[in-house]
Nanobody
């Protein structure tokens, strides 16, 4: 079992930066690919970024490429999402996820562990 807890969300202005963290419990964290997803009010959940178990590969949504960076520290059981040059359209609840059954993926249904989410609000 893996439990995930996000933190670091908040209210910022356009152009600002935020770093989200996802603390994981469980010894097997380092073996799982991890991802960040977001959901804005009235919209479907969308993929943001994903990272392989050893950080050897990463995926990004086109909308965040060049602005967001996903990373992980397996020694600390923590996943990160550095978000720079934030835009109002980045406003959403951001959730981290882990997959114990699939490899690195952009597909939310392939992740079987989820955190509760943290709110990010970007004002214009």
């Amino acid at each position: 079992q893996v439990q995930l807890v996000e933190s670091g969300g908040g209210l910022v202005q356009a152009g600002d930066s935020l770093r989200l963290s996802c603390a994981a419990s469980g010894r097997t964290f380092s073996r799982y690919p991890m991802g960040w997803f977001r959901q804005a009010p009235g919209k479907e959940r969308e993929f943001v970024a994903a990272i392989a178990w050893n950080a050897g590969n990463t995926y990004y949504a086109d909308s965040v490429k060049g602005r967001f960076t996903i990373s992980r520290d397996n020694a600390k059981n923590t996943l990160y999402l550095q978000m720079n040059s934030l835009k109002p359209e980045d406003t959403a609840v951001y959730s981290c996820a882990a997959s114990s059954t699939y490899g690195l993926s952009r597909v939310g249904e392939r992740y079987n562990y989820w955190g509760q989410g943290t709110q990010v609000t970007v004002s214009s």
